[in-house]
C-alpha cells in the first residue's frame, strides 16, 4: 500500500472471468428466452395438415423427457419408445452424443446433475426419479446404448415388422434396421456417421438421406426451437418438403418450414441464422440487462465501454 494506486493500469484487467453482459460470476452462461422469435415467426403462418408417408425424424433424447406411465424396467421402457415409433411408419430415432468437457456439457451441468445409476440389462429396475436419473450424462449413454441392444434383438420383431424403413443413430453410429420371422437385422448406413454433438445439427442429414430413400415429406418432431432455425436456413437446399412438429403441450404445432422458407426469402433465412446463433442459441451467451434493448446495442455499448479503457 505504500504505492499508489494507478486506476488506468487496473482497469486493464478483467473485474470477472467473463464479463456480466455474457455470463455470470460462476462462469456459467446467460440465458435467452427464445420463445419471443419463435412466435414472432410463427404468429401468421396457416396450420398444415398432418402429411401422409413421410419419414418421421424424432429427437429421442427429447422424447425420453416426455414418457409416462413407466414400466419397472429400462428394458421396458425401451420397448416402450419403439412403440411410440412404429405409428410412424418410417422413422429415424437419433440420440445425442456425450462428450466431456464439451460447451453442450457445461450446458447441461448447468441445468442439474443426477447421481450415476448403472444399467446391467434390460431388466434392470428403473430408478424411482426418472428424470433425475437423465439428469446425468453417463446415465443417459447407458440408456441410449440399452435402446440400441433392445431394439435389435428378438423382442423387437414384432414391432419393426409393422414398419417400413426404421433408422437407430446412438454414439454417431446409424443402423437400418429390418425384421423378419422373428429376428432383427441391423446394418449400418455409413452416410450417416457424424461426430457432431446433438441431434439438432444431424436433422438435415437425417432430412437429405430421406429425400434420397425416395421420400418426398419429411417431418421433424422436436420441442427445441434451434432446429427450426436450422432447418430454415437450409430448406432451400433440401429436397423434399420438410415439416416440424415443435413445442409442448398448448404450444406445439406444425410447421411447413418449406413453404415458410420460401415465404422469408433466402436472404431473410441466411441472416436469421445468423443472428439466432449470435443472441439465443443454447451454446451462446444471452446479453443481459434491466432494459430491453436489442443485443446489437448492448454489444455496441459494451465495446465502447471497453475502449474507454485501453
Known amino acids: 500500500m505504500e504505492k499508489p494506486i494507478d486506476l488506468e ?29 419463435v412466435h414472432y415467426l410463427l404468429s401468421d403462418t396457416h396450420v398444415p395438415d398432418y402429411p401422409l408417408g413421410a419419414m418421421f425424424i424424432q429427437d429421442g433424447n427429447a422424447l425420453f423427457h416426455t414418457l409416462k406411465n413407466l414400466p419397472d424396467t429400462y428394458g421396458e421402457i425401451c420397448l416402450q419408445v419403439l412403440d411410440n415409433m ?3 411408419q418410417n422413422l429415424i430415432f437419433s440420440t445425442d452424443n456425450y462428450e466431456h468437457e464439451s460447451i453442450k456439457a457445461q450446458e447441461r451441468l448447468r441445468r442439474g446433475f443426477g447421481e450415476k445409476c448403472i444399467i446391467v440389462g434390460p431388466k434392470t429396475v428403473r430408478a424411482p426419479e426418472f428424470k433425475l436419473f437423465l439428469a446425468n450424462e ?8 440399452l435402446l440400441y441392444k433392445v431394439w435389435t434383438s428378438a423382442v423387437s420383431a414384432e414391432q419393426l415388422a409393422r414398419c417400413g424403413t426404421a433408422i437407430l443413430s446412438v454414439e454417431g453410429l446409424a443402423h437400418s434396421l429390418s425384421a423378419a420371422d422373428g429376428e432383427v437385422t441391423s446394418k449400418e448406413v455409413y452416410s450417416l456417421r457424424s461426430n457432431q454433438e446433438e441431434t439438432d445439427t444431424r436433422i438435415v442429414l437425417y432430412c437429405h438421406h430421406a429425400a434420397e430413400l425416395g421420400f418426398k415429406r419429411a417431418v421433424v418432431r422436436t420441442p427445441d426451437s434451434d432446429v427450426l432455425f436450422i432447418l430454415l436456413y437450409h430448406a432451400q437446399n433440401i429436397k423434399l418438403t420438410v415439416y416440424i412438429d415443435i413445442g409442448t403441450g398448448r404450444g406445439r404445432q406444425l410447421v ?9 426469402g433466402p436472404e431473410y433465412c441466411d441472416t436469421l441464422l445468423g443472428y439466432y446463433v449470435f443472441s439465443v442459441e443454447d451454446c451462446t451467451s444471452s446479453f443481459k440487462g434491466k432494459r430491453k434493448v436489442s443485443p446489437l446495442k448492448k454489444l455496441q455499448k459494451n465495446l465502447k465501454y471497453q475502449a474507454a479503457f485501453r
Open 86 to 88: 412404429v405409428a410412424k
Open 256 to 264: 411447413n418450414v418449406s413453404q415458410l422458407a420460401t415465404d422469408l
Open 138 to 145: 453417463d446415465n443417459k449413454k447407458q440408456l441410449c446404448q
Open 9 to 37: 493500469e487496473v482497469m486493464r484487467y478483467p473485474l470477472s472471468p467473463v464479463p456480466h453482459s455474457l455470463g455470470t460470476s460462476d462462469g456459467f452462461f446467460c440465458k435467452t428466452n427464445k420463445a419471443p422469435m
